[in-house]
């Protein structure tokens, strides 16, 4: 177990990012989880049967010193970091032109600027183990729809995956952008009800992120687009 990869996950408390973790866990490997919510970590926790390798870390992801801090008790904790996965992310489900303006800085700063602060955060650890970068973007940062700030902030996830390559493959470190459909998680809780049609559930994504993960040494997987049968956008 001491010498088992180690995964730090965003957001990891429920929905994909719970379901990586599991995952991960479930495959002998050493996982760190951050989250805004103490109550909802403690929940996945106990849920699990108090695994050994799981550490679980309030904090907001939007934060640069708490993102620091977060790479910094991982390290403590397990003694390197072989993964950084960037899941936490929000939604308004409002338009630009009709939305209202007072969610929009912290859907901004969390899907745009927390993926940035973990990759600066992390990357030096990442350059001793020669590990990975993954970015959990949307099918919506590929398709435009109108007035759709979210997916304006996931065409930033999608840049700033391509871009960060394009600096770390240089080390030896990958790069992994993961564009869902549509999923069934709590990204939907804000609309009151489900998008109609086939979703996905958030195991299935996460199967997607452990295959990219599981890549043989030397293979970059670099943009992995899931949606469901049926979804046409």
Known sequence: MT???VTLITGGGSGIGAAVAERLLGKGQRVAVT???EARLAAFRAGLGEPEGLLTLPGDSADHEQVRAAVEATLKEFGRLDTVIANAGSATHDS???GDPAGWSEMVLTNVLG???LIRASIDALKETRGRIVLVGSVAGFVNTPGNLYGA???AVTG??????RQVTEWGVGVTLIAPGRVETPFWDGLGSLPPGHLLTADQIAASVVWALEQPAGVDVNTVVVRPVGQPN
């Open 115 to 117: 993926p940035a602060l």
């Open 96 to 98: 630009v032109a009709e």
């Open 35 to 37: 989250g805004r919510g």
């Open 153 to 155: 902030t996931k065409f």
């Open 3 to 5: 010498d088992a990869p």
């Open 160 to 165: 700033l995956a391509e871009n960060t390559r």
